[in-house]
């Protein structure tokens, strides 16, 4: 038996509940994991209160990010070992394998196993944000040295992620974020610059912080009219990646902007890198190469116990963290 985090109907985190479920052996292909820790994720939020790009079917599991030991394998995998600590590739689909569980069963390609170098709660905090940031900022738009990268929404997990590998490649990380009050943890996290983006002049400011050629990549989860403000002050050809939408805004398109600097502005999911093997297998030699120099590691922010979910929802949902909120089985 295992319990699982479910909801029957959308709403607040107070719709969340504990549900018994049985989990049978491992089938061919399948993974039994325990689980020891889960990450959570703004989608997680969203999904629970219908906001999410994917329609819940009631009763509704959710979670895209987990890290567990191995308990045993099905037919066909050779890859992975009874006692191995492993981290979950976030699936393409929150109803595909969700890891609000204690245990369950997991396809093997979507399992990794974990650098030695982190525990489970990093575990469950790595591969969702750095393999979104990667998916963006190196195999898409293959940043290098001393281009600037302005990143949103900063003090989240793929924001941190963002600047980590941004100065891994010698690029110059911009932190955007709405007031002061993360600023001193930002710069200390790695940030060159921080531009608060409930003053005026955000356009000016960003451009004075990238330099002469201005911002070449934009990494956003923000959206609404700040993308107005930031397009102008990007470098010719600059690339925007939208990831979210954090804005209750309208997001406009820039058009005086993306024509005078030939700019390009595309929606942007972690599925770029997962759902391709070959990209995949890329991005996890970078990311576990990043953390075996130490230039890459997930930022916790907090630790709740299993049973307080509703507790870790709510602080989710605050906008205080900096990092990963994890939950703790």
Known sequence: MSRAIRFHRVGGPDVLCFEDMVVPPPGAGEVRVDVKAIGLNRADASFRSGRYIEEPKFPAS??????????????????????????????????????????????????VASPPQLDAASTAALWMAYLTAYGALIDIAGIGRGDAVAI??????????AIQMANLLGAIPIALTRTGAKARALRELGAREVITTDGPYVADRLQAAAGGLGVRVV??????????????????????????????EQTPFPLGQALGRQLLMR????????????????????IRSGVESGMLRPVIDKIFPFDRVVDAHRWLEGGH?????????
Do not use: W
Request: aromatic share 6%.
């Open 62 to 111: 959710l979670g895209l990010e987990a890290a567990g030991i191995v308990e045993s394998v099905g037919e066909g995998v050779n890859e992975f070992v009874s006692g191995q600590l492993v981290g979950l590739v976030p699936p393409i689909s929150m109803a595909e394998s969700p890891t609000y569980v204690e245990r369950a069963n997991f396809p093997a390609r979507m399992l």
């Open 152 to 161: 949103t929404a900063a003090s989240s997990s793929v924001g941190i992620a």
């Open 219 to 248: 990494l956003d989860a923000v959206g609404g009219p700040l993308i107005g403000e930031i397009s102008k002050a990007m470098c010719c050809h600059g690339q925007i990646f939208e990831y979210g939408g954090l804005s209750s």
């Open 267 to 286: 929606g942007y999911l972690v599925h770029h890198v997962t759902a391709n093997p070959g990209r995949l297998a890329r991005a996890e030699d970078f």
């Open 321 to 329: 963290q900096i990092g990963k909120i994890v939950l703790q089985v």
